[in-house]
T-cell receptor, first 113, second 116 residues
Framework: ETGVTQTPRHLVMGMTNKKSLKCEQH?????MYWYKQSAKKPLELMFV???????ENNSVPSRFSPECPNSSHLFLHLHTLQPEDSALYLC????????????FGSGTRLTVV | AQTVTQSQPEMSVQEAETVTLSCTYD???????LFWYKQPPSRQMILVIR??????QNATENRFSVNFQKAAKSFSLKISDSQLGDAAMYFC?????????????FGQGTRLTINP
């Protein structure tokens, strides 16, 4: 399998649930990213993990918790979410200091009820 | 902070015709990259074309080409001979060439419809 794979493709969860989104890249990249895509809004960078740094968007609520156990895997742990957190969550990877852009996964469509 | 603006929320074009999508950006940096991504209903963002800021020559990829105006901070995408498969959301994006894990900054997107 090649590219960036995200699971699950769809997720419906209640506000009291705990769930995790998974992202896996098979490209040998050394940086991974979580983006949130909401209707009528630009893509919002949530977290960046690379060999050199972890970067967080300070506006991301603490109910979103990232985990990057190695350069190929990235998780987004979710707990006590709100309905406004419903969105498409996109994972991407890249090679740091290379001129290429990101490679994206197909996203997880999250609905919070 | 860098910003990217796409002023056309929606565009439509007849099949086989040419369409141009607009993008402007704001930055104080001199070295950076610009991208156009396509997002079809399958949701996966697909890289369409890339431009390095230090290159004066406009990038071209088959039917896709850009008009890069560095002084005006403009980066438009031209799609020639439009095909039904070109229908998608198109996003313009900026990335600094400095630093470590360079973050992509996206515009709001333009929804392109192809009329048969």
């Amino acid at each position: 399998e090649t590219g960036v794979t995200q699971t699950p493709r769809h997720l419906v969860m209640g506000m009291t649930n705990k769930k995790s989104l998974k992202c896996e890249q098979h490209l040998g990249h050394n940086a991974m990213y979580w983006y949130k895509q909401s209707a009528k809004k630009p893509l919002e960078l949530m977290f960046v993990y690379s060999l050199e740094e972890r970067v967080e968007n300070n506006s991301v609520p603490s109910r979103f918790s990232p985990e990057c156990p190695n350069s190929s895997h990235l998780f987004l742990h979710l707990h006590t979410l709100q309905p406004e957190d419903s969105a498409l969550y996109l994972c991407a990877s890249s090679q740091v200091r290379k001129r290429e852009g990101y490679t994206f996964g197909s996203g997880t469509r999250l609905t919070v009820v | 902070a860098q910003t990217v603006t796409q002023s056309q929320p929606e565009m439509s074009v007849q099949e086989a015709e040419t369409v141009t999508l607009s993008c402007t950006y704001d930055t104080s940096e001199s070295d950076y990259y610009l991208f156009w991504y396509k997002q079809p209903p399958s949701r996966q963002m697909i890289l369409v074309i890339r431009q390095e800021a230090y290159k004066q020559q406009n990038a071209t990829e088959n039917r896709f080409s850009v008009n890069f105006q560095k002084a005006a901070k403009s980066f438009s995408l031209k799609i020639s001979d439009s095909q039904l498969g070109d229908a998608a959301m198109y996003f313009c994006a900026y990335r600094s060439a400095n630093g470590g894990a360079q973050k992509l900054v996206f515009g709001q997107g333009t929804r392109l419809t192809i009329n048969p």
